[in-house]
């Protein structure tokens, strides 16, 4: 027997129930990334022993075009061995990882899904890890049709001991295509309410604009599938109604930004529509929804939106399609409006028609509601109860 000291974590994780938890984690950009960080930080709370096996790279150059986000040089290493550690497009990286899950032997290990780009490595993590393995799926299919296979998506499935599903959505798709999988569907928590450090003017002025007129905010990541082409579009029709209305654009472009720019000038709205390119900071981010009345996401496909509980996190209400599983984040006329978004007509009557009955005490009261019914608190009792279940350790 050794008689090295033990460490903390090896006398906690005698007596506590563990998580191996595969994610991106911060400083990785990311909407889950902070999602996971936010639930690590709600287990902490609560007692479970988390194990975090992040990533230092996820995807390969050629599909981004912009690399890593983030090196693992960044990452604080000395906290966990599994910090940074894994590089989705090295192989060997992901037997480093199930190497040390077999050492660390944790109750169970759940892994964030969002793309079929991980289907490999989380298959060979489900059939090798040697310990029950459960999906956390912030999507059922990705967005991106070309990564998305069935085939494959179904071997990790099934080699799965359960699923979480984020929305009704992803949790009904899980259930036709798996019908016989261990699942717990939850809800997207809404992050906690960050520090206020700006008024509306104040914050209207930072950004380069007046205080006159509501204020759109499209924020995230711009792709395709998110619409903003059909917002930019109903822009169009928009300002003819309510001629100080405002479109702000914020976000990583992982399409030429140009081609949205000339959508801007052929709708003849360059004084209406200001654009913020890149990753927005902390504080930038909080600059940008103080300064708004309404976030929009006018997406054509979707799971569920962390971008819809950062708007409830600063007070503010949505204007969302019906894609997916948007509208069970949104309780009409109160938290927001589910609006037909399928053309630029049907879009600007939409939100025409919202900025001309807001109640903002209303929206704000009901706001307030909905981030106490889907807490962090509430998300990780309910899932550390259904982890449990799966690990066999209640």
Request: charged share 25%; net charge positive.
């Amino acid at each position: 027997m050794s008689n090295e000291p033990l460490k903390p974590l090896d006398l906690l994780a005698r007596d506590r129930f563990r998580i191996a938890f595969i994610t991106p984690l911060p400083p990785m950009k990311g909407g889950i990334s902070g999602f996971s960080s936010e639930l690590i930080a709600a287990f902490d709370d609560r007692g479970p022993v988390i194990l975090p096996f992040s990533f230092r790279r996820l995807y390969p150059r050629f599909l981004t075009g912009r690399g890593a986000s983030v090196t693992a040089s960044n990452m604080a290493a000395s906290e966990s061995p599994g910090l940074g550690l894994l590089d989705l497009p090295d192989p060997f990286s992901w037997l480093r990882c199930i190497g040390m899950l077999r050492r660390k032997k944790p109750d169970v290990v759940l892994c964030a899904y969002w793309t079929g780009l991980l289907v490999p490595l989380y298959l060979m993590i489900a059939r090798c890890a040697e310990v029950p393995v459960v999906m956390l799926m912030h999507n059922y299919r990705s967005h991106e049709v070309w990564l998305d296979v069935p085939f494959m998506r179904k071997l990790m499935l099934d080699a799965s001991a359960g699923a979480v599903a984020l929305s009704g959505y992803v949790g009904g798709q899980l259930k036709v295509a798996h019908p016989a999988m261990r699942l717990r569907t939850l809800f997207h928590p809404v992050n906690h309410i960050p520090q206020a450090g700006h008024c509306v003017r104040e914050a209207r002025r930072e950004l380069g604009f007046g205080p006159e007129g509501p204020v759109l905010l499209f924020f995230g990541y711009v792709r395709s599938y998110k619409g903003l082409d059909i917002l930019i579009d109903a822009m169009r029709l928009l300002v003819g109604r309510h001629e100080n209305l405002r479109l702000v654009v914020a976000g990583e472009f992982y399409e030429p930004p140009g081609r949205y720019r000339k959508a801007v000038h052929d709708a003849g709205v360059e004084d209406h529509v200001l654009f913020f390119p890149g990753f927005a900071s902390e504080r930038f981010t909080s600059l940008l929804f103080t300064a708004c009345d309404f976030v929009v996401l006018p997406y054509r496909r979707a799971s569920q939106s962390g971008v819809i509980n950062l708007a409830y996190a600063y007070g503010r209400p949505v204007i969302v399609s019906e894609a997916g599983g948007l509208k069970e984040e949104v309780e009409q006329g109160l938290t927001g409006w589910v609006v037909d978004s399928s053309t630029p007509e049907s879009l600007s009557s939409g939100i025409s028609a919202v900025l001309g009955d807001v109640d903002s005490r209303r929206a704000t009261d009901a706001i307030m509601r909905y981030r106490k019914r889907h807490s962090w608190k509430r998300f990780s009792e309910e899932l550390e109860e259904f982890l449990r279940e799966v690990a066999g350790a209640d």
